[in-house]
């Protein structure tokens, strides 16, 4: 209705100067201007109607219309001297050439509805550009910086990368930061959508913006004010409004022809009959309502609207959409293709599970592999470390400590020499191995790493990276609504193969180099309409940037992930990409409502104009305002998405216990995984963690192990 959404499809065109423009005297004082207007033009109709009083009740009529469309009037004429032909050029014709044929009463009423329309929709816009607004004023402005062990209140724009910012409890964090003392819990919300408090520990970073809901903690600080997640959120969303869809292309070149030619055919129906010798009067009020009729506000109204709820919805499910393109984009996706490390699992190596051999008991395994491994920094090596740490084993002293490369490591513990290492590595030295269990350990998807003394194998540890929680749910969702999966990972094969089947995905592709993921990449393009790759933007920065929808997901929003992906999606919730793809089809189901309503009211009130079965209020009431209305309430609709399934965190599905114990026996074990993870308690029972998961996203595992110990029968005690 106003002449940037005729022009640019949407107010927000223009950025910080349409922003900072402050509201007219009539904008602010809307209401005021409006009310007695409505009493005028009532007083008129009943005038005319009632008493006849044609005069005095044009003279009314044309009172209301100074009232309630000066703001119309005002940005009419800022057209004209734009040579713009806008809607409120085509609505001031009509309502002062009502005037003329003595329908004053039907043009000022026109105005009337069309000014309501028009606030509404500026009202509606306003809330979208508050949004983003809002999403800056999240972080507080000032912070506690602290110095020689003092805390200054500063303002935040004056805290440097690397200073040391506190954060009390019930505080909101100001800037983006890892914690370096202390540890409590944060609500995320803002950034992330999750509505759980997530724990924090000292190394883990938080966002700008979440709320420290327990304990005191410090904070080091990774990003400036101006370049935090949640002002790279705002930019981007601001950025993402210009981006524009083929729809919204399609629109704003068919509103620079629509409207001329519409004025020039309104004119054609005015002048053309009279001149074969029909009635002036009649068809002057025909081309009054085609004017009215064909007003293209609804049509114009019809995509950016739509796109402005749904960027600023997924912006609060934590979801960053750049441009409105890639909300359309989704249409044409018909498979999604995912990494594997920190996308489908957390990328944090665990021990899976313990052989012994030759008279080895577990714990004894653990702690000799640990105790060696605590002076290697490989990430194998440190998932060793942390298993005996968490079953509380004793490390030995080690002397002679030696890494062979690319093999493994080697060292004497009471002056006896342990290896541990690859299969390989224990084949050089002349092992034998059971190549029987190497060969189940594989197909089991884990990493085998084998400790040996100086005759013999003593056991394999066995590692694999940890399956995210709602990777399965994420999976499951894809298929139902009719999506291929496929995983292409730098992996071996075999765990491919292993998450592959864990998750139910129809293609797994392991061993791929970078160039090789691009070629796969490329494959995919030539068998599908459209490919989505979803990564950790980082690593898989070629292949996002290849596909036709680049999605990265991960806390590690940096710079490198802005300009790569389409699509990011703050924090580690691999269900907000469902919420993505149910939004975006919810908006584009909206727009094509909204095109489709708009053009087809139009089209057959521009008929039923012509044939004489229509007046100047029905033109306006419905053939105009009405259908405006309903398109923005259409798009509204959007906010009310909410995801249906049961949020889910990995504290709910993680106790503090690590081990399994037979008091009997005195016998210490790890926990056993099944599909990618630890199993948890469930009454007397190890239960598969995806039978806790209640969701009708996702097909639930009746495995379960008894808590009775195999060799004395004795309850087993999780500690």
């Not at 796109?307 to 498979?335: R, Y």
């Not at 580690?572 to 990409?577: E, F, G, I, V």
């Not at 963690?689 to 005690?717: A, M, R, V």
Request: charged residues 25%.
């Amino acid at each position: 209705m106003v002449i940037t959404i005729i022009e640019c499809s949407t107010s927000f065109c223009e950025e910080n100067e349409e922003e900072s423009e402050e509201e007219s005297f009539f904008e602010e004082n809307f209401w005021y201007f409006l009310i007695p207007a409505g009493i005028l033009l009532g007083i008129s109709i009943f005038l005319e109607i009632v008493f006849e009083e044609v005069l005095i009740s044009q003279i009314l009529a044309f009172s209301s219309i100074f009232l309630s469309g000066s703001g119309v009037v005002k940005e009419a004429i800022e057209d004209i001297r734009d040579k713009k032909i806008t809607a409120n050029l085509l609505m001031m014709i009509a309502a002062i050439a009502s005037f003329f044929i003595l329908h004053g009463q039907e043009g000022a009423t026109a105005l009337f509805l069309y000014a309501i329309a028009e606030r509404l929709e500026e009202i509606t816009s306003d809330k979208s550009r508050n949004a983003i607004k809002e999403l800056l004023e999240l972080a507080p402005d000032y912070a506690l910086l602290k110095s020689e062990n003092k805390y200054k209140n500063v303002p935040s724009q004056e805290v440097k990368i690397g200073d040391i910012v506190g954060i009390k409890p019930g505080m909101k964090v100001p800037l983006d930061g890892k914690i370096v003392k202390g540890s409590s819990y944060f609500d995320e919300s803002a950034i992330t959508g999750e509505s759980v408090p997530v724990f924090k520990k000292e190394g883990e970073e938080i966002f700008a913006a979440s709320l420290n809901t327990d304990s005191f903690v410090d904070i080091e600080v990774v990003r400036e004010s101006s370049n935090t997640i949640v002002a790279q959120i705002a930019q981007s969303v601001k950025i993402a409004q210009q981006n524009k869809s083929e729809h919204e292309k399609f629109i704003e070149k068919f509103a620079k022809y629509y409207t001329p030619i519409i004025l020039i055919s309104s004119i054609l129906v005015m002048v053309i009959p009279p001149l074969f010798g029909l009635d002036f009067y009649n068809w002057f009020y025909r081309g009054l309502i085609l004017l009215v009729v064909s007003c293209p506000c609804a049509l114009t109204l019809s995509t950016p609207l739509a796109n402005i709820a749904s960027l600023t919805k997924q912006a609060k499910e934590g979801i960053l959409v750049k441009g409105n393109k890639f909300i359309e984009k989704l249409q044409d996706i018909e498979v999604f293709a995912f990494d594997k490390t920190g996308t489908l699992t957390e990328g944090k190596l665990k021990v899976f599970d313990i052989y012994a051999y030759n008279g080895a008991i577990k714990s004894e395994i653990i702690s000799i592999a640990a105790s060696l491994e605590a002076l290697s920094e490989h990430p194998i090596g440190k998932a060793i470390v942390k298993q005996a740490k968490e079953m509380d084993l004793p490390f030995h002293s080690v002397d002679n400590f030696e890494i062979v490369k690319g093999r493994g490591i080697k060292g004497k513990i009471d002056n006896e020499m342990f290896y541990v290492g690859s299969q390989k590595f224990f084949e050089n030295l002349n092992y034998e191995i059971p190549i029987h269990d190497i060969i189940k350990v594989e197909n089991l998807g884990t990493i085998p790493i084998l400790l040996g003394n100086e005759n013999q194998l003593l056991g394999i540890i066995t590692i694999r990276d940890v399956l995210r929680v709602t990777a399965p749910v994420l999976i499951n969702g894809l298929k139902k609504r009719g999506y291929e999966t496929v995983l292409i990972s730098g992996d071996n094969q075999k765990i491919c193969d292993s998450i592959g089947a864990c998750l139910d995905i129809d293609h797994a592709y392991g061993e791929h180099l970078p160039d090789q993921k691009l070629q796969e990449i490329q494959e995919l393009k030539h068998q599908y309409k459209g490919v989505a790759m979803v990564g950790d933007g980082i690593n898989d920065a070629p292949a996002l940037a290849l596909s036709d929808l680049g999605i990265a997901i991960g806390a590690s929003a940096t710079d490198i992930t802005l300009e790569t992906a389409d699509i990011i999606i703050i924090g580690d919730d691999l269900n907000k990409l469902l919420t993505y793809v149910d939004i975006a089809k919810k908006t584009n189901k909206k727009i094509k409502q909204n095109i489709w309503t708009s053009i087809i009211v139009k089209i057959s009130f521009a008929i039923l104009t012509v044939l004489g079965f229509m007046t100047l209020w029905l033109a306006v009431g419905i053939g105009d305002m009405g259908v405006s209305i309903l398109v923005l309430f259409n798009s509204l609709a959007i906010f009310r998405y909410k995801f249906l399934y049961k949020e889910l965190s990995n504290e709910q599905l993680e106790s503090e216990a690590k081990l399994i114990i037979c008091q009997n026996c005195e016998t210490k074990d790890i926990i056993p995984q099944h599909h990618g993870r630890d199993m948890v308690k469930k009454g007397d029972k190890l239960v598969c963690w995806k039978n806790i998961l209640s969701s009708e996203e996702l097909e639930t595992c009746d495995e379960e192990l008894p808590l009775h110990c195999p060799y004395c029968q004795e309850k087993l005690e999780l500690k």
